[in-house]
């Protein structure tokens, strides 16, 4: 299994991204998770913007809100369909949240990770958990998962009332379910304490320059 994996690593590594004559490296995927209203979109609106990343569009069964666009924010699914690809194993991993499925179509992860691009997935807890223990060595090599940690629940509230896209019910049941996730930061790898986007950014961006230098992610030519 392992030599198995090491073998997939090392054959990908002639495609992988140059770095000079001597090293290239694969693609990171970095995974995002925070509770709604925690400053996610933000922040992943601004890295998407830096250009460094592929931006992996996840799949939903949830309907569209208001001014979002299909294939660029998710490709929005019936239940039937999503189903269909869930069974066929095209998701590198899937959940339901808030009573819908979401999931993380495969393929285009994994090109772009073995092309040495940087992925980004913006997941909930369960998904990244999936991730974690994915069967493939070369996927759980290629993470850094990253924790985006609200200050606390009555400022999620606060941000939650002020974006003002859900009910004051549904609201109370994403609160609900931030406190349940917020306990789960010990299992990533990284934890930002959410402040100004401006400073979840330079974070997160320091997080992307160690993990560009592990030694393990370069390849000698
Ligand atoms: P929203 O409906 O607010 O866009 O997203 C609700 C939750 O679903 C967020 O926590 C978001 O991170 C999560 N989510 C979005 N796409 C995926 C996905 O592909 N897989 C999983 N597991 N969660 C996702």
Not at 12 to 40: E, H, M, T, W, Y
Not at 90 to 111: C, I, K, M, P
Not at 200 to 217: G, T, W
Request: net charge positive; glycine share 6%.
């Amino acid at each position: 299994m392992w030599l198995h994996a090491r073998r997939s690593w090392n054959v990908s590594a002639n495609k992988s991204r140059i770095l000079n004559k001597q090293f290239s490296r694969l693609g990171i995927l970095f995974v995002i998770s925070a509770p709604s209203g925690a400053g996610k979109t933000t922040l992943v609106d601004a890295l998407k913007q830096t250009g460094e990343f592929v931006y992996s569009v996840s799949c939903t069964t949830r309907p569209p809100r208001e001014g979002e666009i299909e294939g660029v924010d998710y490709f929005f699914l019936s239940n039937a369909q999503f189903v269909e690809r869930m069974n066929a194993g095209e998701f590198l991993e899937y959940a339901q949240v808030h009573g819908h499925y979401y999931g993380t179509w495969r393929d285009n992860v994994v090109s772009n990770l073995k092309d040495g691009r940087d992925v980004l997935i913006d997941i909930d807890t369960q998904g990244a958990a999936n991730v974690r223990t994915y069967q493939d060595e070369f996927i759980r090599q290629a993470l850094a998962d990253v924790f985006i940690m609200p200050p606390n629940l009555e400022e999620l509230r606060r941000r939650l009332t002020k974006r003002g896209t859900e009910t004051t019910e549904e609201i109370e049941r994403r609160l609900g379910r931030a406190g349940q996730e917020m306990k789960r930061w010990k299992d990533y790898r990284y934890t930002i304490i959410s402040r100004s986007s401006e400073e979840d950014l330079q974070k997160f961006r320091h997080i992307v320059e160690a993990e560009r230098y592990l030694s393990r992610r370069l390849i000698e030519n």
